[in-house]
Structures are given as structure tokens and as C-alpha cells.
């Protein structure tokens, strides 16, 4: 059930007479040159992007591409970010330019200025921006003659000269700047005198027009390490965003303030569900009682899930001595992502980054027979891998995480069925907890770039299909990805569509053949013969932090009963009725439900909308009357009362737990925020 990322418009092949330029040849093709379709760049036979001004030596086959397409959103922005980088420098001349690269649904600038950014100046820089939008300067691609050239005209952007220096050492995904064959600049041109107003080092390409951008707008700033180094200089970073069409620009800054409302770090400070110390230090949660309690929560209901299914729990160790990582290829291909060892008695040890080594050692500690495969073991394992703290998010980024991993140890013949089984797990996960859109992203190996893989054809071959057949029998959609699979094996990683639109990757799984090999990982066959396993990595629930920091927005806070960390808020109308709420709250408790009696001075109103604000599902008030009658007036989130005897509902609280009910949740609900 292989599927596609829809493409913004259909491209066609145009053929480029040598010696004329493509905005000439897309004008005689009658394609269009304004609007959300207009054809902004084209896209050559070598996959590369290239100016409407370029000229081809000889006749050329070219793609148009829309403004409204990837690669073309992709133009817009970069070139969004030149205007705003003129802005700023036509406002405050001391900055000096950083990088300016397209990122997801928008752009940013880094700008070493003398003191930060204010909410009015990015008002007067955007007001600048959208002059310079509608003067329609030319952008225009020049080619520095020599390194000599670049670093005269730049000598006065200490940042841009750094950046020369490094051409061909930097991550072209972040530097727009160098990385091409050529060192080329962009000149912002005057498009009725013809003079340069500003220029830039980037290696391009750009939109003919600055007035052919749309909308844009500027949505906030930061302070930014340089190149992401926290030992270099710290600069002002300003983000923003544009679109094709002014509605398409309204519908994502409505999105954005949807976004900011279900904010896990907001909701998670208000909810007191975590905490960060300077002291423990950063990208390491604390997690306080009420997110412990959602941690739990799902960590139960995984083991109930993997004990059925026929999971063992075990328990490894939080470091290992250097060998293990030696033999798992971490180390020293992945010495980046570790930290730094512990010398133990002349020994090196490390924070484990993963947990698949300890497993493999804790099958390898028995031997095993046919009959005892699949061997699944599990572990909510912590680990640790190093992150910029510059990258660090709330709980979306940290140092240190739980995983719900796994590791399944089968024969080649199960691991089909086996990986199948792994790929339902994740469907019944996300059903239950009203996660409707997701899809799989199948990670293969470039056969154009095999020295980044192990070298054995027909593992390849085998481990492909076995996964794609897992995947196809699934009918769950999925999308291919060439080139972003392991060094070991094509990964399968579980995108989770939040509710805001938002994207990203919840668990990565794993038909691996590779490393059983390297660990000696092996079973006796029914005719005496010793085989290797294969090992399926699997995480449905990815880790704790990021999971829950999912489901904090993607429910707003706002979480169904059987997650929530107060299930049930019991409010006396009067101190004298203290005694009958703690009955009902020693009812509730006995069923198994977690209840809290209101015992602060106010008054019911307000005892009321606290309980709301806190986003506790079931509201029960109890005056004079329930007292007599032995029952609750019970508030639901959608703010019906309903008055019914206290065993009517502490069955029906019982029942909305055991059947993880979604009722009254706030991935259903639009005013869940409030």
C-alpha cells in the first residue's frame, strides 16, 4: 500500500535552446510566471536547481518548478531570508550576517548585533521587508573569481569568511551559503537603475523577483550559538515564514497559535508534569508525580500489550565497558553521539546510547534451540546521546530518554510475520489513543552510494523484501526514502501527524540481519545445525519524553481519564460536607480511580473553574442533597452536569478506565485549550 507526498503541481519536461535563458523558455511555453504556480526555478537532468537567468551552453532538458511545489517553497524561503537579512542591515548597519537557510514551513537569519531583538524591531523589519518585496528587486548570481575575490568583498562579514574558509566542510542542508562548485554571491538589484542595493555569499538559487513573494510574515526571534557551538559567539536569530498565497499564510499562523496552545512546555509547566534544573543539568527531565503518572500509565499498558503477545521483561545496566560498543559498531563510527567515557579501575565505560547491545548479550547469555524462537525481550530502557543544547526542546529533544524497546529474535522464516505483528502494534497503539494520522517511511540503502552500507548484496535483498511485504500486508500507507537506511539493514520509522499539522518521527523498527552476525547471535536448527537469528528492533512508543510530549498536545492537556494524572475532583459545597466527599473519594479510590477532595477556602465557582484548569475530566460537587441521597453532581469537560448515584459513577469512572473511553478529550475537542 506503498503511497507518495502529494506534489504541489505537476511538472513537465521544457526544452532550453542553448543560449536562451529559462525565464525566456518558460514564458514561450505560455507557462506561468505569477502567482502560487508561477515557475520560480528549473530543475536539471543532474538534480540540480538553477536561476530562471541561467543559460545553458548547449540545448537542455529542464524541469519547471512551481513556487507551490517542495523545491519550489523551498526558493521562496531562502529567498525570503535574503530580504529579511537586507532588512535588518538596511535598519541596524552594524549587524553582521550569520546564515540564513529555508527550514521547514519557513526560514531564519543569524545576526551578531549589539543588543537583542525587541518585538518592534522585528515590526519595523518586516515593514522594511515588504518594501523591498514590492520595489521587485532582481536577485542576480555572480561568480567570485577566485577565493582572493570572496574574502576582499566579504572582509567585513567576519562570519561569511569563516564560512569561505570552510567550502566543502558543512552541511549544505544548513549552510546555503558555500557548498557548490562554484563561490558565488547574490546580488540584491535595483530593477529600474540597475544598481546593487545588497548582496550576500549563497550558493543559491532564488526567485527572479523579490515581488514575487507573496506573504510573508516574521514570527519570533532567539539567541543562537554560531553553527550550533555553544563555545562560539551567541547571535540574535530571527525566524519567519512565507507562503504562495496570503491564505495559505493565514491558515499556518492559525496553526502556529493553535500550535503555542498546545505547547507541551506550557502545559507541561502548568500541569505540573516536569521540570528542568540548571543543577542536574540540561536536556535531563524531571519528571514530577503527575507526569510520572502518564508515564506509568502507558508503560503498563505496554507490558499488559507485550505480555500477551509473549514479551519477557528484563533489565540491563545504564553503562558498559567499551568492548560492547566496539562490537556493536558505535563505537568508533558513532563517537559524536557518545559521551564522554568513565575510567572504572583503568577500564573505559560508557552511558549506553542504545539498548540493543545489552539485549543481544542477555540472549547470547543462554544458548537456544528452535523451539525457543521468536524470543522477544523488552525493556523500558533509558539511554543517553549527546545533543547541542541548542537542539535540546522541552521533551521532544533530550539528553537522556526512556525507550519502549524490544528486541525479537526469530528464524529468517518468522521474521515476516514477526515484523507484521510489530507493524499492528503500532496500529492498536495509535487507534487507541485517537492517533489517526500516520504513516510509514520505508528507508532504503543509494545504490549510487553503497560505501555508506555493508557490502553483502544478498542480505540487502533479503532484509528489503522481508520488510516490504511486512509493510504492504500491513495496508498501513507508507513512503520510500532512498539512501536513509542503517549501515545494517532499511529501517522503518512511524510518522505521527500531530493535530496542528505538525510532523515527526515517533519509533524506528528494524528487520536486522547484520548484527546477530557480529554479536554471534545463533540457534540450534531441528537438524542439529547452528543458524544466526534475525533480530526485529521495534519501539512503538518511541520514548517516554517524546511521547508523552506528543500526547500532551495532541490532547492539549487535556488527556482522556484513563491517562489523566486526576481522574476525578471531588468539590464539597460546604466544609461540613467534607466528611461525605471523602467517602465518595474512598469509593473511588477502592475501584481503582484517582480522586482528590477540594478542602481550600474559596468559593464553588472558583473551586470549579481550578478544577477545569487543570483539565481534570470528572468534576464531582457534592452539597446538602447528594449527601442525603448518596450520590454526585458530576461536571464533564463539555460541561454537562449530571446528577447520579455515587455507584452509578464509580462504575461508569471504572468503565471509562478500563475501556481507555477517548470521551471528552482534548485531541476531539477545539476549545480543549481553554
Given at each position: 500500500m506503498s503511497a507518495s507526498r502529494p506534489a504541489a503541481a505537476a511538472e513537465r519536461v521544457l526544452a532550453i535552446p542553448a543560449g536562451t535563458t529559462c525565464a525566456e523558455a518558460v514564458a514561450a511555453a505560455g507557462l506561468p510566471m505569477t502567482g502560487p504556480d508561477a515557475i520560480v526555478v528549473v530543475r536539471g537532468q543532474d538534480g540540480a536547481l538553477r536561476d530562471l537567468s541561467w543559460i545553458p551552453d548547449?540545448?537542455?532538458?529542464?524541469?519547471?518548478v512551481p513556487m507551490s511545489s517542495p523545491a519550489g517553497l523551498t526558493v521562496l524561503r531562502h529567498s525570503a531570508a535574503h530580504v529579511l537579512a537586507q532588512a535588518v542591515q538596511d535598519l541596524h548597519a552594524e549587524a553582521k550576517l550569520g546564515i540564513g537557510p529555508p527550514i521547514e514551513d519557513g526560514f531564519y537569519y543569524d545576526f551578531d548585533v549589539p543588543r537583542?531583538?525587541?518585538?518592534e524591531d522585528l515590526e519595523r523589519i518586516e515593514g522594511r521587508m515588504r518594501e523591498i518585496i514590492k520595489s521587485g528587486q532582481k536577485f542576480r548570481r555572480r561568480v567570485f573569481p577566485s577565493l582572493d575575490a570572496a574574502r576582499a568583498e566579504l572582509a567585513g562579514e567576519p562570519y561569511k569568511l569563516e564560512l569561505v574558509g570552510l567550502k566543502g566542510e558543512v552541511d549544505p542542508g544548513e549552510v546555503m551559503e558555500v557548498g557548490g562548485r562554484e563561490l558565488t554571491i547574490y546580488d540584491n538589484v535595483d530593477s529600474r537603475t540597475g544598481e546593487v542595493r545588497w548582496s550576500d555569499l549563497c550558493?543559491?538559487?532564488h526567485l527572479p523577483s523579490t515581488r514575487l513573494i507573496p506573504a510573508v510574515k516574521l514570527t519570533r526571534n532567539a539567541a543562537a550559538y554560531w553553527r550550533g557551538n555553544e563555545?562560539?559567539?551567541?547571535?540574535?536569530?530571527i525566524y519567519g515564514t512565507a507562503w504562495p498565497t496570503r491564505d495559505a499564510l493565514r491558515d499556518y499562523l492559525r496553526m502556529l497559535a493553535e500550535a503555542a496552545k498546545r505547547d507541551h512546555r506550557r502545559i507541561g509547566e502548568d500541569l505540573d508534569l516536569f521540570a528542568f534544573s540548571k543543577e542536574v543539568g540540561?536536556?535531563?527531565?524531571?519528571?514530577?508525580p503527575n507526569g510520572t503518572i502518564v508515564r506509568d500509565e502507558l508503560e503498563e499498558w505496554a507490558r499488559q500489550t507485550e505480555r500477551r503477545l509473549g514479551y519477557q521483561r528484563v533489565a540491563t545496566p545504564h553503562i558498559a565497558q567499551q568492548d560492547l560498543y566496539y562490537l556493536s559498531g558505535h563505537l568508533p563510527y558513532y563517537t559524536d553521539d557518545l559521551y564522554s567515557p568513565i575510567d572504572i579501575e583503568g577500564e573505559k565505560y560508557y552511558l549506553r546510547p542504545?539498548?540493543?547491545?545489552?539485549?543481544?548479550?542477555v540472549y547470547k547469555a543462554r544458548p537456544h534451540s528452535y523451539r525457543d524462537l521468536p524470543y522477544k525481550l523488552a525493556e523500558h530502557g533509558t539511554v543517553y546521546r549527546f545533543e547541542r543544547s541548542g537542539q535540546l526542546h522541552g521533551l521532544m529533544r533530550t539528553r537522556g530518554f526512556t525507550q519502549n524497546d524490544a528486541h525479537i529474535y526469530c528464524t529468517y522464516d518468522q521474521a515476516k510475520d514477526q515484523f507484521l505483528e510489530v507493524m499492528r502494534m503500532h496500529d492498536d497503539y495509535y487507534r487507541a489513543l485517537g492517533i489517526a494520522g500516520f504513516y510509514m517511511v520505508l528507508a532504503l540503502r543509494d545504490p549510487a552510494n553503497k560505501d555508506k552500507y555493508h557490502d553483502d548484496a544478498q542480505m540487502w535483498e533479503t532484509s528489503e523484501r522481508i520488510t516490504r511485504e511486512a509493510m504492504e500486508e500491513s495496508r498501513i500507507p507508507y513512503v520510500e526514502e532512498l539512501g536513509g537506511a542503517a549501515h545494517y539493514g532499511p529501517k522503518v520509522d512511524f510518522v505521527i501527524r500531530a493535530v496542528t499539522g505538525k510532523e515527526f518521527a515517533a519509533s524506528t523498527n528494524?528487520?536486522?540481519?547484520?548484527?546477530?552476525?557480529?554479536?554471534?547471535?545463533?540457534y540450534h536448527d531441528s537438524d542439529g545445525t547452528e543458524k544466526p537469528v534475525a533480530v526485529i528492533h521495534r519501539a512503538p512508543l518511541g520514548s517516554?519524553?517524546?511521547f508523552v510530549a506528543h500526547l500532551t498536545e495532541h490532547y492539549a492537556g487535556a488527556f482522556p481519564v484513563w491517562l489523566a494524572p486526576e481522574q476525578i475532583r471531588i468539590i464539597p459545597v460546604v466544609d461540613e460536607l467534607l466528611g461525605y466527599a471523602e467517602e465518595v473519594r474512598a469509593a473511588l479510590v477502592d475501584a481503582g480511580l484517582r480522586a482528590d477532595v477540594d478542602t481550600s477556602d474559596g468559593r464553588l465557582p472558583g473551586k470549579v473553574r481550578s478544577a477545569v484548569t487543570r483539565k481534570i475530566p470528572l468534576i464531582a460537587v457534592v452539597g446538602k442533597r447528594e449527601a442525603e441521597q448518596r450520590s454526585v453532581t458530576v461536571r464533564y469537560r463539555s460541561g454537562e452536569e449530571i446528577p447520579m448515584p455515587l455507584t452509578e459513577f464509580v462504575e461508569q469512572g471504572a468503565e471509562l478506565v478500563a475501556t481507555k473511553s477517548l470521551a471528552g478529550a482534548g485531541h476531539l475537542r477545539p476549545d480543549a485549550e481553554a
Open positions: 548547449a540545448d537542455a532538458q529542464v524541469e519547471p537583542p531583538f525587541q518585538s550558493r543559491g538559487p563555545k562560539n559567539p551567541q547571535l540574535q536569530r540540561r536536556g535531563l527531565p524531571l519528571w514530577l542504545m539498548n540493543c547491545p545489552h539485549h543481544h548479550m528494524q528487520v536486522d540481519f547484520y548484527t546477530p552476525q557480529r554479536f554471534g547471535l545463533t517516554h519524553e517524546r
